[in-house]
């Protein structure tokens, strides 16, 4: 019987039009509040539930927004996924997940397709060069860019650069002069921030050796940097992230190579295994929980036709943990 309740049955009990029910389910802020009164009386009174659908329909809206990530397997995109969704459904909204693999090409035409489907979107360190994602940032209004710069799109970003300063300072505090950055994705503006720190740290400290090597972002990538890193003798390792820095650290161990007494190992982000690693990853613990708080609040101003909010960057903390010491006495 309840599923047979229409909008007339609503209006026809309530005597009013179902014009006015219409606009009190979809919580029009201008009609009467004795008329809401009255509507939402009905309504319980008959078991009346708006469908969600119709609801939709009747404002233009899907209350769904899409959340476009790069590697949906990456735990702290993860992280940045979870919170954002749980805030988003406190304000009634629900969430699309797109993962692009990594594959930059893809990025636009997945980040156009979801956004067809939904309200807006949300790109998290998308990896499209610059001149594509102004290209496609019109189009996929409302949005906004997690850990990315972008020209009309409000922005959340962590400070990449000064979490590998921080990095670098601590293993030159420790003794280390030789040193080895396992480069993340090209194309990625967060590992061009860190090539920019490590450019930074080489001005202020001359006596600093530091070399970089193409690498990736996941656990295989790291172990197979195992080679690469016994061949450039290094007597520390900057991974791009905790998952580079595990996958190194499990090729160290198969090969005897012990840490950190024979060689440092810090990774970056501070994902929950990082202090569970044998030893625990010394890295740079990035506030992913807050940003995906952020974001939202964001899309939610864009959504409800606010001010846009400022750039916001919020700055990772060192956390030193033992797969760091000072260097071979040789």
């Not at 998308?126 to 997690?146: I, T």
């Not at 499990?250 to 810090?266: F, I």
């Not at 899309?299 to 010491?325: H, N």
Request: hydrophobic share 45%; with cysteine.
């Amino acid at each position: 019987m309840t599923a047979k309740l229409r909008i007339s049955d609503v209006a026809k009990h309530a005597g009013v039009s179902p014009a006015t029910v219409s606009r009190v389910m979809n919580g029009n802020p201008k009609v009467d509040p004795a008329l809401v009164q009255r509507v939402q009386d009905a309504a319980a009174e008959l078991g009346y539930t708006a469908s969600p659908l119709a609801r939709s329909l009747a404002l233009g809206k899907t209350q769904t927004v899409a959340v476009l990530v790069p590697d949906l397997g990456n735990p702290t995109f993860q992280a940045i996924l979870r919170t954002l969704s749980r805030a988003a459904a406190g304000d009634g909204y629900h969430v699309l997940v797109a993962d692009s693999a990594e594959v930059a090409a893809d990025e636009a035409a997945l980040a156009l397709q979801a956004r067809r489907r939904t309200d807006g979107v949300v790109l998290v360190a998308p990896r499209m060069p610059d001149d594509e994602l102004a290209a496609a940032l019109p189009r996929l209004a409302p949005a906004v860019l997690v850990n990315r710069g972008g020209d009309g799109a409000p922005v959340v970003a962590a400070d990449y650069g000064r979490g590998l300063r921080e990095l670098i300072e601590h293993l030159r505090m420790l003794g280390h002069r030789r040193l080895l950055y396992l480069a993340g994705v090209p194309g990625s503006a967060s590992n061009a921030r860190r090539v920019a720190a490590i450019a930074e740290a080489r001005a202020a400290h001359p006596d600093l050796d530091i070399a970089e090597a193409p690498c990736g972002t996941g656990f295989a990538d790291g172990s197979a940097a195992v080679a690469t890193v016994r061949a450039h003798e290094a007597t520390a390792v900057l991974a791009y992230n905790d998952l580079v820095a595990m996958g190194l650290l499990s090729a160290l161990h198969e090969e005897g190579v012990a840490v950190p007494h024979e060689v440092s190992v810090t990774g970056f982000d501070d994902i929950p295994f990082a202090r569970y690693t044998t030893p625990p990853l010394t890295t740079a613990s990035v506030p992913t929980d807050r940003m995906g708080e952020l974001a939202w609040s964001a899309m939610r101003a864009l959504l409800e036709d606010d001010a846009a909010a400022p750039p916001v960057v919020l700055a990772p903390t060192l956390a030193v943990r033992g797969s760091t010491a000072p260097p071979p006495a040789s």
